[in-house]
C-alpha cells in the first residue's frame, strides 16, 4: 500500500463512518479499485485508521464527555447489547462480513428506509435520551452487524422511533460509537489480525504478543498514523456537516445516495469484478 493509496482509504473512512451510509460498503469499493483489497495490510489499516474517527468524536464533544455520571450509564447501557450479541455471534458476524453481495443488498434495503424515515417519525421532537431510549438504541444498533446497515443510521433510526429528533439521535449516535467502535476495533485487532486469543492478553504473554506484532511491518507503522491523522480531521469535518445537512433536510439524499450505490456494487459483482472486503 502506498502513502497516497492509504490518504485515500483514510478520507473514505472519515467520510463515511458517521454517515449513514455504511462505511464497510466505501471501503470494499476503494481498496478494490485500488486493487490492494487483498493485502494483509488493508485489513489492519482498515480497522486501526477507525481509533482516529473516534478521537473526532471525543475532541468536537469533549464538554459531553464531561458531564454527568448519567451519561455514561446511559452509553455503557446502549453499548452493552452489542457487546453480548457482538460476542456471542463473532463467527456468523464475520462471515456475514465476508460477503459484498449481501452489503450490496442492504444499502439498497436501508436506502429504501432512510427515503420514508422523516416522515415515519416527523412527530419525534424529543431532546433529551433517557435510559430506556438507550437501550433500545443499542439493539437498533445490533442490526448493524449485518453489513452495509451502518451503524450510524441503526442507531439513529432507533432514537427516532423513540421519539427522540434527528439531532439529538445523532448526536447520541456519534456518541455510542466511541465505546463500540473503540471495543470492536480492539476486539478484531486482536483477535483477526494479530491471531492472538484474549487469555494471551489477560496473562500478559509478552512473548506471544511481540511475536504477534511482527505481522506490522516499520513502513506500515508511517502508514497507519498518516491515516489515523487524516481519517481525524475529514471525520471531523463530516459529523459537522451531517448534523446540519441532516436537521435542514433530513435523511432522503442519504437513501437515494445508498441505493445508487448498492446497485453500483450489484452491478460490478454482476461483471465478475473482484470485490472483497
Not at 490518504?7 to 463512518?17: D, F, N, Q, R, S
Not at 477507525?50 to 450509564?73: C, D, E, M, N, T
Not at 412527530?123 to 443499542?138: F, H, K, M, P, S
Request: with cysteine; charged share 15%.
Amino acid at each position: 500500500m502506498s502513502l497516497l493509496q492509504a490518504i485515500i482509504l483514510a478520507i473514505v473512512e472519515g467520510l463515511t463512518e458517521f454517515l449513514p451510509v455504511s462505511s464497510t460498503g466505501h471501503m470494499i469499493i476503494a481498496s478494490s479499485l485500488m486493487g490492494i483489497n487483498e493485502l494483509p495490510i488493508t485489513k489492519i489499516f482498515e480497522v486501526n485508521i477507525q481509533f482516529g474517527a473516534i478521537l473526532s468524536v471525543v475532541v468536537l464533544y469533549w464538554r459531553r464527555f464531561l458531564q454527568s455520571f448519567a451519561f455514561y450509564q446511559k452509553l455503557l447501557l446502549a453499548f452493552l447489547p452489542a457487546a453480548v450479541i457482538g460476542f456471542a455471534l463473532h463467527d456468523i458476524i464475520d462471515a456475514m462480513l465476508e460477503s459484498v453481495t449481501i452489503t450490496a443488498i442492504m444499502l439498497v434495503v436501508g436506502g429504501v428506509v432512510l427515503l420514508y424515515v422523516d416522515k415515519w417519525f416527523k412527530n419525534a421532537d424529543q431532546e433529551v435520551v433517557t435510559y430506556r431510549n438507550a437501550l433500545v438504541i443499542g439493539f437498533f444498533q445490533c442490526i448493524a452487524m449485518i453489513p452495509g446497515v451502518s451503524r450510524s443510521a441503526a442507531s439513529i433510526i432507533g432514537g427516532m422511533t423513540q421519539g427522540v429528533d434527528r439531532k439529538t439521535a445523532a448526536e447520541f449516535s456519534f456518541f455510542l460509537a466511541v465505546p463500540t467502535m473503540l471495543a470492536a476495533g480492539m476486539y478484531k485487532f486482536v483477535t483477526d489480525l494479530l491471531k492472538l486469543e484474549i487469555s494471551d492478553l489477560l496473562k500478559f504473554d509478552t512473548v506471544k504478543i511481540m511475536n504477534s506484532l511482527e505481522v506490522i511491518q516499520p513502513n506500515d507503522v508511517k502508514l497507519l498514523l498518516v491515516g489515523n491523522a487524516v481519517a481525524f480531521v475529514v471525520a471531523m469535518l463530516a459529523i459537522q456537516f451531517f448534523i446540519s445537512f441532516l436537521t435542514k433536510y433530513g435523511f432522503k439524499m442519504f437513501g437515494y445516495y445508498r441505493i445508487a450505490l448498492g446497485i453500483t456494487l450489484l452491478a460490478l459483482l454482476a461483471m465478475g469484478v473482484d470485490l472483497k472486503v
